[in-house]
């Protein structure tokens, strides 16, 4: 049974019209309520409170209307189909408003988990959705890998019977490669000549690429053709539309078909390509689409929007495989040689395999604890079998370096114990357990213990000479001494106590020993070293020594001096020494510190050692401050290149004034040791330039900057030149001389002499009178002046090299020019880019950059008048200047 109910619909309310309610009821039943309200009315509970009909009425006039669509709203709810059918007439409407991001992530979980529960309840659904999309893809794929496996077995049979695939087969073997990876390496030879990616929807050539020497004709001729031969095998075997035209093979050309989205790539290939390369072009395809995904879809004939399409065809066209030009099969004549002298080769091993045994078993043979009893070769193994001690070496490990193969190798062996006294030393200590004081070793085959050890174990020792007797070596214990532990203690308290004895600061007044106990008494100095620490390394039991020890302070030298050292806080210009058992102070220090050690010294004298302070200088800080100020003032007046002019000192501040010459060291710097406090000291100087010899070589370094060959040196106060420099230095130089003559500073120059260049000057005008020449509004020189670049660089970097030698510097000023044809503005530019080009391809050449200048010359310096027959073509050049610094 279904209800009727009516869809929900959202009530109208006016703006102040209640038509629906009897106003005039209202009224009357308002007025009627009015007179009978009882104000003394309390409510009555008897149970459930009895109702009151007008106000029943009341709530009918007022909200009648509401209750009514709550009652209808309410059934609605209650009804699932009747609220389905209400909701779903206004579904539509509700998401055509709501926002797309909003309703978007509204909806996926929903959507999500229903194409999850679609596909969970009938998977044959989807399969059915993807087949046609699939299924032509994977059929493709799998007709490609077919093909491919029968190319690859069809070469493999051509090939495998011939020179070159013995050839191939050892060259398999040596990669790791297949066998038939090799053959098609080698036997498909192929290249792609052209490309060509041609719009689904138009048919129009979207971009072409053709490799170097490969002709055709009009491209979009070939596109359009292309696409009618499409088109016209689709009408005429009423294909489908997804499908294409794969492969068209013409001769000794082939031309591969991959579909894309958009566009189809078409590849012209001359040769028998390997089906491998279907991928290679489908990968290119594919990632144009990604790209270019966009312009693809919206081309119309205009290729400005896929600019870069020919860089992706460029890789597909520089795919070939050309012929293998392999010179004679040698490995193969050595394949065949080995195989005629198969016993040969067989007779030597087996007899490098013999001699390697042979030198195996006379090691072992010759390894103590180690008896060959029997050893023998048949059918290519090793057998050997003997005795061997658990402790001699293991047979197996001396296998290593021998050659010999260890799974060839059988061997039993018997353990026993042999009679070598190394092995017999073994068994004695690991069975003795030898105490810390007794060492064993071996003296002419005989086993000899040495030192001390209890009676106990030299029984132990002699019971197993005893055993050892009857063929074993000697064992001679006659060299151990049998000391009892008791004697053995005593001797380590008594070194205790004659270490304690030595110590100074500690008096030992009595030691015993009772009881297996050590008692110990005296007096000990604070700062003497602690006994108890001195018990480490004497093997006394720190456990049974008991100790009284009374404090006192020692005389000794040490001790007292770190006790005036602790007392009296020497200051830092105070040092105190032990001389001769005397306690000595040196140094300087204010007056109330000597004071203070004066005092000390008279407490010392009862019994001490003595305490001389004769040494000390009573300084007070004012006088001391005065010291260190004139150390400073004749420090500076010592310096080169400063004058001080004034100093004084007033109010505890120093004040100092003069000149300084920029060279000379700094006088703050100096303040550094002088215990002068920087911010006390007021400075003002002048700067000078001074005539000390070493700051006037130091501004002629700087300034005239003399080549290597050159030595600038004092001499008697006076500046000698020596060397050699060129022509131009040597003005310089002497022009600074007569400079500083008229200061009173000598330079000499006569010892200085003229660079003899006359070896580069050959050099030089064949390098200044070469020129590089371009065409006309190039900027890069024809292939014609590769030899002239190639001799230009050559004598650059021969004639800088012979420079540095001589210790000048080489400069090269390129120079470039061009003709008068066009604007002079451009004849400047491209004039530059000539020098520019020139020097980096000097540059690539080995010519160091910071030896070439560049400047462009533009129509300013021709070569010959512009008017003449050659004038255009000489005047576009580049020329080299060759400077020497």
């Known amino acids: 049974m279904t209800s009727t109910v009516d869809p929900i619909s959202l009530p109208q309310r006016t703006a102040s019209n209640d038509t629906e309610i009897d106003r005039e009821a209202l009224a009357r ?143 398999s073997w040596r990669t790791g490669a297949s066998f038939s990876e090799v053959v098609l390496k080698h036997s498909l030879v192929y290249r792609v000549e052209h490309v060509f990616l041609i719009s689904r929807n138009s048919g129009l050539l979207i971009a072409h690429v053709a490799a170097d020497n490969a002709t055709s004709e009009d491209p ?36 591969w078909s991959e579909v894309g989205q958009f566009a189809t790539l078409v590849s012209v290939i001359r040769g028998n390509p390997p089906e491998e390369l279907h ?55 050595v394949a065949v040689l080995l195989l005629l002298i198969p016993a040969g080769g067989w007779f030597l ?72 006294p190394e092995f017999v030393l073994k068994r004695l200590t690991a069975s003795l357990a030898l105490p810390d004081t007794v060492r064993l ?26 055993q050892l007797s009857a063929g074993g070596p000697v064992f001679d214990i006659s060299g151990v001494r049998d000391v009892s532990l008791e004697e053995r203690e005593a001797e380590r308290w008594q070194a205790y106590v004659s270490r304690l004895e030595t110590q100074p600061g500690i008096i030992v007044a009595e030691q015993n020993i009772r009881d297996g106990q050590f008692y110990i008494a005296g007096l000990r100095d604070p700062l003497g070293t602690d006994p108890q620490s001195l018990l480490s390394g004497t093997q006394v039991d720190p456990a049974r020594v008991h100790s009284q020890w009374k404090f006192y302070q020692s005389l000794e030298p040490e001790f007292v001096l770190k006790r005036l050292t602790a007392s009296l806080y020497p200051p830092d210009t105070v040092r105190l020494s032990i001389v001769k058992d005397r306690i000595v102070a040196e140094g300087e220090a204010p007056d109330t510190w000597i004071d203070q050690a004066r005092a000390a010294a008279r407490q010392l004298s009862a019994g001490g050692p003595e305490f001389d302070i004769s040494k000390v200088r009573d300084v007070s800080p004012e006088a001391r401050a005065a010291e260190h100020w004139q150390y400073y003032v004749s420090r500076l007046e010592a310096q080169p290149g400063i004058i001080v002019a004034q100093q004084t000192e007033r109010g505890g501040h120093f004040y100092i004034s003069g000149l300084r010459d920029p060279l000379a060291a700094d006088p703050q710097a100096l303040l550094h040791g002088t215990q002068i406090d920087p911010a006390r000291v007021h400075s003002q100087w002048q700067f000078y330039q001074s005539l000390d010899p070493k700051f006037v070589v130091k501004r002629l370094e700087a300034s005239l900057t003399p080549p290597k060959s050159v030595l600038l040196s004092i001499i008697q106060g006076r500046i000698v030149v020596v060397g050699e420099a060129p022509a131009n ?31 580069l000057n050959d050099l030089r005008a064949a390098i200044q009178a070469t020129d590089i020449f371009f ?110 610094d």
Not at 80 to 102: M, N, T, Y
Not at 744 to 758: F, K, M, T, Y
């Open 441 to 466: 070793s071996i003296v002419k085959n005989r086993i000899v213990a040495e030192g001390e050890a209890s009676a106990a174990w030299i029984s132990r020792a002699q019971a197993a000479a005893q």
């Open 349 to 420: 091993l087996s007899w490098q395999s013999g001699q390697r045994w042979q030198a195996y078993v006379s090691q072992l043979e010759i390894q103590p604890g180690i008896i060959v009893a029997e050893q023998k070769v048949r059918y290519g193994q090793f057998y050997i079998s003997g005795l061997r001690d658990p402790l001699g070496a293991d047979p197996q490990s001396l296998l290593s370096g021998t050659q010999v193969d260890p799974a060839r190798v059988h061997s039993q062996w018997k353990f026993y114990q042999s009679l070598e």
């Open 29 to 171: 039943l308002l007025i009627e309520i009015a007179r009978n309200v009882d104000p003394d009315y309390r409510a009555r509970f008897d149970g459930v409170p009895t109702a009151d009909p007008r106000m029943e009425t009341l709530r009918q006039l007022l909200v009648s209307r509401e209750i009514s669509e709550l009652s209808r709203v309410t059934h609605l709810l209650d009804e699932p189909e009747q609220f389905a059918a209400a909701v779903g007439d206004v579904l539509s409407s509700a998401a055509a408003r709501a926002p797309h991001v909003q309703l978007g992530e509204a909806l996926a979980p929903a959507v999500e988990r229903a194409v999850q529960r679609s596909i969970q309840k009938s998977p044959r659904t989807l399969t059915d959705i993807l087949y046609p999309v699939f299924l032509p893809a994977i059929r493709k794929s799998i007709g490609e890998k077919i093909d491919q496996t029968f190319q690859s077995l069809n070469e493999t049979l051509r090939h495998i019977f011939t020179w070159h695939g013995l050839k191939w087969r050892f060259e």
């Open 279 to 333: 991928e290679i072009v489908r990968d290119v395809l594919l990632r144009i689409h990604e790209e270019c995904s966009q312009a693809l879809g919206e081309f119309d004939g205009d290729s400005s929007q896929l600019a870069g399409v020919e860089a992706q065809l460029q890789t597909c066209v520089e795919l070939k495989q050309e012929e293998s030009n392999q010179g004679f099969p040698w490995l193969v004549v």
């Open 775 to 884: 065409y006309s509004g190039k900027v890069v020189p024809g292939p014609e002046q590769t030899p002239v670049l190639d001799r230009l660089a050559d004598q650059i970097k021969e004639f800088a090299e012979s420079a540095h030698k001589s210790g000048v510097t080489a400069r090269f000023m390129l120079t470039g020019h061009s003709d008068a044809t066009g604007r002079e503005t451009a004849n400047a530019s491209i004039s530059a880019a000539r020098a520019e080009t020139v020097r980096a391809l000097l540059n690539k050449r080995g010519v160091a950059p910071e030896l070439l200048l560049v400047r462009g010359a533009g129509t300013f310096e021709p070569l010959v008048p512009e008017n003449s027959q050659t004038g255009s073509s000489t005047n576009r050049r580049v020329s080299i200047t060759v400077n020497l």
């Open 220 to 255: 979009q001729l070939i596109s359009s053709m292309l696409s009618a031969i499409q088109d016209f095998v689709k009408d005429s075997f009423n294909e489908k539309e997804q499908s294409s035209l794969d492969t068209i093979r013409f001769g000794d050309l082939r031309l």
């Open 729 to 759: 230095w040597i003005n310089r130089a002497r022009a600074a001389a007569d400079q500083l003559s008229a200061d009173g500073v000598v330079l000499d120059i006569s010892q200085l002499h003229e660079l003899n260049l006359a070896e």
